[in-house]
């Protein structure tokens, strides 16, 4: 099963979208576990139904850039986003709220190389954040499902992945951030279909 990626915007709270204008500049320094180093500069920008990035490193720039509008208890969103290799994948969502905390999530994604994939998910509110359960089906004529829980809690932010392709395999990845004062640290786990296990880690310091 080849690497699936799939993006879900979680908007259980549909007045959320109503968010005064507001711009945050950041810069600071980076290193990984793969031997990456160095400084960058971020630009954030957010008004009612628009939200941008840009990330700059050295100088190399990678933006991403959202719209989203409201009719009624529905909000569509679109995006693009443009990596530091010059490559541009964009998606589009359609989220219905149905009023219990819980909303129906369906949208496609379109890779750098073209490739699509199409979703549909039923995101729920939890306690400490969102799960979605979803399938999905990419236009290379691969199928299946995955699910994704999100937790915060006392500083830490734990993203679990999980796709499960037409053959029964799996495949997880887990991210968790923990934040300490002005520094971030960031840890990616993933396990393949075959049991193959990876371990990536970084820190972000913010000036």
Do not use: C
């Amino acid at each position: 099963m080849k690497k699936l990626v799939i993006t879900t915007v979680a908007v259980l709270s549909l007045g959320a979208l109503a968010t005064n204008a507001r711009e945050i500049n950041r810069s600071g320094t980076y290193q990984n576990s793969r031997g990456a180093s160095g400084t960058f500069e971020q630009t954030i920008n957010r008004q009612p139904g628009q939200y941008s990035r840009v990330t700059t490193i050295g100088d190399h720039t990678a933006t991403v850039n959202r719209t989203a509008v409201r009719n009624g208890n529905t909000l569509t969103v679109d995006g693009s986003r443009t990596g530091f290799d010059g490559k541009t994948s964009d998606w589009n969502k359609t989220i219905t709220g149905n009023g219990n905390g819980t909303a129906l999530v369906t949208g496609q994604y379109t890779r750098q190389n073209g490739n699509t994939i199409d979703t549909s998910a039923t995101v729920t509110k939890t306690a400490d954040s969102h799960t979605t359960d979803g399938t999905y089906s990419t236009s290379t004529g691969r199928s299946g499902s995955y699910t994704i829980d999100v937790v915060n809690a006392d500083g830490t932010h734990t993203r679990t992945e999980s796709v499960t392709g037409a053959d029964g395999k799996s495949a997880t990845k887990v991210v968790t951030l923990d934040k300490h004062g002005n520094t971030i640290d960031r840890t990616v786990a993933t396990t393949g279909p075959n049991g193959g296990t990876e371990t990536h880690s970084g820190i972000v310091t913010l000036n």
